[in-house]
Antibody, heavy 114, light 107 residues
Framework: QVQLQQWGAGLLKPSETLSLNCTVYGGSFSGHYWNWIRQPPGKGLEWIGEFKHGGSTNYNPSLKSRVTISVDMSKNEISLKLSSVTAADTAVYYC????????WGQGTLVTVSS | DIQMTQSPSSLSASVGDRVTITCRTSQSIRDYLNWYQQKPGKAPKLLIYGASSLQSGVPSRFSGSGSGTDFTLTISSLQPEDFATYYCQQNYNIVVTFGQGTRLEMK
């Protein structure tokens, strides 16, 4: 059973950089797609981007200039960085596995407030 | 980006009812359509992948159909644990997109 455990800062000020990590336990790390999804409070789901098993990344065009998704295979970790955050980036952030988003982390609420 | 339109946005139903939620896409996505269930405070759960394949462990009262631009999720006989929000998602395009969600409430 694969488990995705997320951690990272939950409160940021405008213009800071969001940084979240996700460790994968109990399953194969290589050979999979790894995604980050976010959900503003009371709203729907938004795809942020993916890290593909070949090493390439794809990002949501609306966030592309501010997002970096990376992987550390030695630690079974996926990382998300989102720069220059504003209140509009306040959301629950999820890491997920697979093209069909089979496995999900527990979610991390990130609040951006001055 | 491929636009996803779910209908209805909300739905009231009773235990035992048959419920259908639809998802329409702005262009053909063949069968690259997934359905998720989300309960308050929880991560979404994959129900259906590839438009009609039931994810392992998901009850058989859930079914999906469609291809191209029009898709449906059907719950054949609603159970109390099925009241939740449902999302469709396409992964045909490099840029993944979701429907806006359908909130299924108890009548």
């Amino acid at each position: 059973q694969v488990q995705l455990q997320q951690w990272g800062a939950g409160l940021l000020k405008p213009s800071e950089t969001l940084s979240l990590n996700c460790t994968v336990y109990g399953g194969s790390f290589s050979g999979h797609y790894w995604n980050w999804i976010r959900q503003p409070p009371g709203k729907g789901l938004e795809w942020i981007g993916e890290f593909k098993h070949g090493g390439s990344t794809n990002y949501n065009p609306s966030l592309k200039s501010r997002v970096t998704i990376s992987v550390d295979m030695s630690k079974n970790e996926i990382s998300l960085k989102l720069s220059s955050v504003t209140a509009a980036d306040t959301a629950v952030y999820y890491c997920t596995r697979g093209g069909n988003l089979v496995d999900w982390g527990q979610g991390t609420l990130v609040t951006v407030s001055s | 980006d491929i636009q996803m339109t779910q209908s209805p946005s909300s739905l009231s139903a009773s235990v035992g009812d048959r419920v259908t939620i639809t998802c329409r896409t702005s262009q053909s996505i063949r069968d690259y359509l997934n359905w998720y269930q989300q309960k308050p405070g929880k991560a979404p759960k994959l129900l259906i992948y590839g438009a009609s394949s039931l994810q392992s462990g998901v009850p058989s009262r859930f079914s999906g159909s469609g291809s191209g631009t029009d898709f449906t999720l059907t719950i054949s006989s609603l159970q109390p644990e099925d009241f939740a929000t449902y999302y469709c998602q396409q992964n045909y395009n490099i840029v993944v997109t979701f429907g806006q969600g359908t909130r299924l409430e108890m009548k």
